[in-house]
C-alpha cells in the first residue's frame, strides 16, 4: 500500500540527483588483535543538467562512507556553464599534481575521458568533450582537478565584460 504525503526524510525520491561511487579506498590499521579497516567513497553527484558536486567520505563500513561522500558532494554542489552539450571554451582543471585538459568538441563526439572524469562530466550534463589527463592519475585527484577547472569556466557574458567588448547580436 503507497504511503500518502510527504516522504520520510532521507528517502531517495525527494532527491532528483544521480550519483556514481567513482572509488572506494580501504585503509587498514594493525591492532593489537588484527587489522581494522577503515573505508572511504569518492562521489559525484549532478543533475545531468549543469550542476554537479563532488564529496569524499570516511566511516568503518562501506555504505556510511558513501552515504557520508554522497551528504558531501550534495553540499558542495555548483553550477557549470554548458553551451549546447559541451563546454564554452578549453579550460585546464589543477588540482594537486593532477592536470586535465578539456576541450570543447562537435555534436555526436561523446565523452572521450577516463572513468574519473566522465563521471563528473556526464552528471553535469555534458555530451560533447576531448579530455586529456597529465601527471597523477589518482581517481580523487582526477575528479577534482576536472571539478576545478569546471568551476574556472568563464561564459560569453563574463568573457566581454573582461575583455571590455559589446557582444554582437
Known sequence: MAMKGKAPAGDKEEQPFDEVVVKINR????????RRFSFGA???VGD???CVG????KAAEVPSAVDKGRKDATRNMKPIKVVSG???HRIIGRYGASRVVMVPAGAGTGVIAGASV????ELAG???VLTKSYGSNTPRNLVYATFSGLLGMLGREEVSHLRG????G
Open 27 to 34: 585503509c587498514a590499521a594493525v591492532v593489537r588483535g588484527g
Open 48 to 50: 545531468r543538467n549543469g
Open 42 to 44: 569518492l562521489v559525484v
Open 165 to 168: 567588448v559589446k557582444l554582437a
Open 86 to 88: 559541451t563546454i564554452p
Open 118 to 121: 566522465r563521471a563528473v562530466l
Open 54 to 57: 563532488v564529496g569524499y567520505g
Open 126 to 128: 555534458i555530451h560533447d
